[in-house]
């Protein structure tokens, strides 16, 4: 099932929108090491085991193999890789701006850059913060799942589904098949993903994407979850 429920108009100003491409991040940022996601082919488990894949690779190798344009899940600049990017990232956050009557304080402290490839997938899994995806390049498909659907999510593992990169949850015997909602995300769109919701993320295009949680009022809903 299919639903457009995003919000627009709310980041129209922000410079990212217009500036962006391969050629603006190279020079915007200049000769630094990144940290990202590689070699995840290996491993259908790769989310999960997120803190095996962590590379520190020059970032213009990093641009030029998106240059290539590819379709890959093997390579991706993720929220996993937030702190250890933080600082040399920092050069692009001047291109971002405030959310008013949704977000507060420094989104920057806050904030994750999700960089990579055509085909990039972040399995079924849910947050334990309210985020707000926003998307700046290409287009991202998502799909959905509440957390009425908790029971046929097949929650094996911390917040993560055994459902894995099947986006359909195909492998869900008939009669037991969770109540799906799909949407594409494109540039200058955004969508709010409340804590619980399940959901299956892939790059459509070569994509560059936000997720914020500095928000209005308390967000921080993982300081007593211990099951991981």
């Known amino acids: 099932m299919s639903f457009k429920l995003v919000l627009t108009q709310a980041v129209e100003a922000w410079r990212a929108l217009s500036a962006w491409s391969l050629d603006y991040l190279e020079t915007a940022v200049g000769p630094v090491f990144v940290e990202l996601q590689a070699g995840r082919n290996a491993d259908e488990l790769y989310e999960q085991n997120s803190a095996q894949y962590k590379r520190k690779v020059p970032w213009q190798s990093f641009l030029a193999a998106l240059r290539q344009g590819q379709s890959s899940n093997d390579f991706y600049l993720t929220a996993n890789n937030g702190a250890a990017n933080r600082s040399v990232l920092a050069p ?14 420094n ?28 998307q700046i390049m290409g287009r991202k498909r998502l799909t959905l799942a509440s957390p009425a659907q908790t029971p046929r999510m097949r929650n094996h593992c911390h917040c993560y589904s055994e459902f894995g990169q099947d986006a359909a949850c195909q492998s869900a015997p008939r009669g037991a ?3 799906l909602l ?17 959901h ?20 921080d809903f993982y300081e007593s979850y211990t099951t991981f």
Request: charge should be negative; glycine fraction near 12%; aromatic fraction near 10%.
């Open 200 to 219: 299956h993320v892939e790059a459509l295009d070569l994509s560059a994407s936000l997720t914020l949680t500095n928000f209005n009022g308390p967000n």
């Open 107 to 134: 989104s920057q402290d806050q904030g994750f850059l999700w960089l990579g490839p055509r085909g990039t997938i972040t399995p079924w899994h849910h947050d334990l913060t309210n985020n707000l995806l926003v």
């Open 182 to 198: 799909r949407c594409d995300l494109g540039p200058g769109e955004l969508i709010f993903l409340p804590i619980g919701w399940w």
């Open 177 to 179: 098949q969770p109540h």
């Open 92 to 105: 692009l956050w001047k291109d971002f701006g405030p959310i008013d009557g949704i977000l507060s304080g």
